[in-house]
């Protein structure tokens, strides 16, 4: 509308021109009807003009608007589908993201989880490594823990063997093995002689040339279950024992008695020969051990013929199965006279009573109890094979003390009855 008015009066200016320029060169009327109608038609064109000005304004002005509108509306869409866009991108970006994260949380939980078992794997690797390791220490601390204590045990036993030779090496010079000898005699009665014994030979100034064959009794494993011959000549016992009368097959070496303490027989008789060995070394005399440990392979026969072919006499160290603490007493040949006129018993009986009763002199001397008479009569392997003076001392009983103390007492008066015996 005020573009319309605009071109009115631009239209106006323009006549008003014209008129003033025909009047000053030409008639004036007629110009001007001319001119009029020109610019009617002119005017009317112009409204014309102006009206398809407009209307195409209008229509272009539609179309601008129409195309400013579609612009806005593409640029809005544009910027609403930017904008979904966006937001679509920051859904999709934060869906990516989300799963994104999720997956690097999942990574990172996997990783994490892979770390935790890992390290819950070591933890329980190491725990179960530590309780088979805590098992197979206590085991190998168990296992260990037995093997010091025998290892102890063995090295308690190896130094009192080693004392026993150390405090004895003062009182010998030396020491010699003597083996088995199939050859001597009555050596093909035994049965039990696979051990050998040992000769000690004193180092005192004072020796006394004479060897004393100490029999630690008892101490032969399966020693129970073998028989041998009653006497040489196969007759029959004639006294019971641990072999009943009237047997001509005895046991080969007995398992001996206990102590009311369940102590063994055959350790105490042993603890008691290694205490007489030392001090009969030290006072000049040779001693022949025919036990020195808790097993010897050696029946009675076998150690009666070692001592005979060895030494100058023989004592075999006993305690009685009694219980009264009955004291000491030795063990001759029976008063039967078959018995005793029975070789070797016919021969060498009456060496046997001198050499018993010279040790219990001996044992009275040292103060120690005597059973009776100190005398026992029987019939036994040891008498029935002997070729030199041979006792069984019974040194006490089951109910009797048998420490170190009592035994070295013991020793003394075997010690002092031996030199009554040999007159030195």
């Not at 011959?229 to 005895?250: R, W």
Request: proline residues 1%; glycine residues 8%.
């Amino acid at each position: 509308m005020k573009k319309k008015k605009i071109l009115g009066l631009m239209l106006a200016g323009t006549l008003l021109f014209s008129a003033c320029g025909k009047n000053a060169g030409g008639p004036h009327v007629s110009t001007t009807k001319v001119e009029s109608t020109s610019l009617t038609e002119k005017n009317e064109s112009l409204d014309e003009n102006i009206d398809v000005t407009l209307e195409t304004s209008k229509e272009n002005g539609a179309e601008d608007t129409k195309e400013a509108i579609s612009g806005h509306e593409a640029e809005s869409t544009v910027e609403t589908k930017a904008e979904t866009t966006a937001e679509t991108t920051t859904e999709n970006t934060t869906e990516i993201t989300a799963e994104t994260t999720a997956e690097i949380l999942s990574e990172t939980s996997v990783e994490n989880t892979s770390e935790i078992t890992v390290e819950t794997t070591e933890e329980s690797t190491v725990e179960s490594t530590v309780e088979p390791t805590i098992a197979s220490t206590a085991e190998t601390t168990k296992e260990t823990t037995k093997e010091t204590t025998k290892a102890a045990k063995d090295d308690k036993e190896e130094v009192t063997e080693k004392t026993t030779e150390g405090e004895a090496g003062d009182n010998y010079s030396s020491k010699s093995t003597i083996k088995w000898n199939a050859d001597w005699k009555y050596a093909s009665f035994s049965k039990i002689n696979s051990d050998s014994v040992t000769l000690y030979k004193t180092a005192s100034s004072s020796a006394k040339n004479k060897t004393i064959a100490i029999n630690a009794g008892h101490g032969t494993k399966g020693g129970t279950s073998v028989k041998t011959q009653c006497h040489p000549d196969g007759s029959a016992k004639v006294s019971g024992g641990s072999t009943a009368k009237g047997a001509t097959m005895a046991t080969a070496v007995s398992s001996g008695t206990s102590f009311l303490d369940g102590t063994s027989e055959a350790y105490a008789n042993l603890q008691l020969a290694i205490i007489l060995k030392d001090l009969l070394l030290k006072n000049g005399y040779d001693v022949l051990m025919i036990r020195e440990s808790s097993d010897s392979q050696l029946d009675n026969i076998a150690r009666t013929v070692f001592a005979n072919n060895n030494a100058d006499c023989h004592i075999a160290i006993h305690y009685d199965s009694t219980e009264t603490d009955k004291g000491f007493f030795f063990i001759g040949a029976i008063d039967v006279s078959s018995y005793k006129n029975m070789e070797p018993v016919k021969s060498h009986w009456k060496e046997h009573d001198d050499l018993g009763k010279a040790l219990v002199s001996g044992e009275k001397a040292a103060g120690v109890k005597i059973y009776g008479g100190g005398y026992m009569g029987l019939d036994l392997t040891q008498i029935s094979y002997s070729t030199i003076p041979s006792v069984d001392i019974e040194v006490g009983d089951r109910a009797s003390d048998y420490s170190k103390a009592t035994q070295s007492k013991i020793a003394d008066g075997i010690l002092l009855g031996l030199d009554e015996y040999f007159g030195k």
